[in-house]
């Protein structure tokens, strides 16, 4: 993916404070336009990750993974195709839970041979 543009966002938000009385502040993001092409075909991308600084130079190269049945389904991160690694942990977990479970039942089942 390229960076084309550089999108300039601005709000006001509501500071409030335990110590003090609400204030209001200013806030401005800049989110990066990427341009993509898969198969010949070129697509647009507006990312919805920003940054307080302007830090996206125009013509930027920046990896991207996009879905091979969608190619506008895309994104610049693996962490939102792969749920931040929590599948692989969850897995991780359970297969320790299940060898926990299979050496129990060794340890109880050579205690009643025993007996």
Avoid at 5 to 23: A, C, I, L
Avoid at 45 to 61: A, F, N, V
Wanted: glycine fraction near 8%.
């Amino acid at each position: 993916m390229r960076v084309i543009k550089v999108e300039k966002n601005e709000w006001e938000e509501t500071n409030s404070n335990e110590q003090g009385p609400e204030s209001r502040i200013s806030v401005t993001s800049y989110t990066p336009v990427y341009e993509y092409t898969v198969n010949g075909q070129q697509y647009e991308y507006h990312t919805r990750l920003g940054t307080s600084t302007d830090q996206y130079p125009i013509g930027k190269e920046c990896p991207g993974y996009y879905n091979p049945k969608n190619p506008a389904d895309v994104t610049e991160t693996l962490k939102e195709i792969t749920g931040g690694g929590s599948h692989f942990l969850s897995l991780l977990f359970f297969g320790i839970g299940v060898l926990a479970i299979l050496f129990a039942l060794i340890r109880v089942w050579a205690v009643i041979t025993l007996i």
